[in-house]
């Protein structure tokens, strides 16, 4: 027999977010949005601890909710530090994008100058 | 070419949401069948409170029970503080001068000084009610963003202050426990007639350290790469 009691129904739902979290990280290649789905995932276990701390609503646990307290403002801090790390790899490869495009003008520009001396 | 890698994504794609259903299936499966948990550890919590100093259970276990985790966890944002600060320090920052009343002004200057005070008392009353050090920094920390996005410049990173500042939380533990093992030769064990102080003590440095950490978080994404 189930019982739908309010832990249980947490429970659910982070098992939903975790899936949703989950597929949004591994079918994605934006930095932003597995960034995005890393929070969501982190959420759901948030959602699950603060679920078993009240699985008997008379006697709420401290523990997971000293836990969970600490583990948010780590989570923000641990995305900032990711937003950076993503926003210096887009610039860096935008500079590489850069002398890419740099070298093959001027390559094409040497093919021209060549040709063009051919047909003379 | 083009069309094959196309259907081997959406193959990829079918593959791991069905191994994610698969996974979520089994979580709820191990949900539904988890024996009821037996509460063990509140009861030790609940029956050592009058020893912490303090008579808020979530408090007592992150500053007295499980002391150790948070004077990690404070280290944890001292190394964050450390690996964004590059990004602040690089730029100029625009030099605009504040010359008419922008909207954010005024709501920061309502909301702010209404904070400082909101932020106090919940540090105030995190030994006996719901609230402590990390409440009261997010709160602070989002006072430092609503001036930061006014655009009035409240912490200059570049100082050996606001070094100072950043470390507090962690170098106030250290001091604590530095003082309390030279005088009872007990490693992270408050005494318990002055625990309550000294909890208060770290604390308050705590919030600062970490409002500012958070605050430099926000700074590095906001201004560090314009």
């Not at chain 1, 977010?17 to 789905?37: E, H, V, W």
């Not at chain 2, 070094?163 to 530095?178: D, H, K, P, Q, Y």
């Not at chain 2, 408050?190 to 604390?203: R, V």
Request: hydrophobic share 55%; proline share 3%; with cysteine.
């Amino acid at each position: 027999m189930i019982l739908m009691t309010q832990s249980m129904l947490f429970s659910l739902c982070a098992v939903i977010l975790l899936a949703i979290g989950l597929i949004g990280f591994l079918l994605t290649s934006d930095f932003l949005r597995k960034l995005l789905a890393l929070n969501v995932i982190g959420m759901a276990i948030f959602m699950v601890l603060i679920a078993a701390a009240n699985n008997d609503p008379n006697a709420v646990d401290p523990l997971p909710h000293a836990m969970v307290l600490t583990g948010i403002v780590v989570a923000a801090a641990g995305t900032a530090l990711g937003l950076n790390l993503a926003s210096k790899i887009v610039k860096f490869a935008r500079s590489i994008q850069g002398e890419n495009t740099a070298i093959e003008n001027k390559k094409s520009n040497a093919t021209q100058d060549s040709s063009s001396g051919q047909t003379d | 070419m083009k069309t094959s890698s196309l259907v081997s994504q959406r193959t990829m794609a079918v593959v791991i949401i069905s191994l994610v259903s698969a996974i979520a299936a089994l979580l709820l499966i191990a949900f539904i069948q988890q024996p009821v948990h037996d509460n063990a550890l509140r009861e030790v919590v609940f029956a050592n409170l009058d020893k912490t100093g303090v008579s808020n259970p979530v408090t007592a276990v992150l500053l007295n029970y499980r002391a150790f985790d948070t004077y990690l966890e404070f280290a944890v944002f001292l190394c964050v503080a450390v690996a964004v600060l590059p990004y602040v320090l690089d730029v100029q920052l625009p030099k605009q001068k504040l010359s008419a009343e922008s909207q954010v002004l005024a709501i920061a200057k309502i909301f702010v000084p209404l904070s400082i005070l909101m932020a106090g008392y919940l540090l105030w009353i995190g030994s006996t009610q719901p609230g402590g050090a990390f409440q009261a920094a997010s709160l602070l920390a989002g006072c430092l963003v609503l001036l930061s996005l006014a655009n009035v410049r409240t912490i200059d990173f570049s100082t050996a202050r606001s070094r100072f500042l950043l470390s507090g939380g962690l170098l106030a533990f250290i001091v604590v426990n530095i003082v309390v093992f030279s005088q009872t030769f007990c490693f992270i064990t408050l005494p318990q007639n002055i625990a309550g102080s000294l909890i208060l003590f770290i604390e308050f440095f705590a919030t600062f350290a970490v409002s500012a950490s958070l605050f430099l978080c926000f700074e590095s994404i906001h201004k560090g790469h314009l």
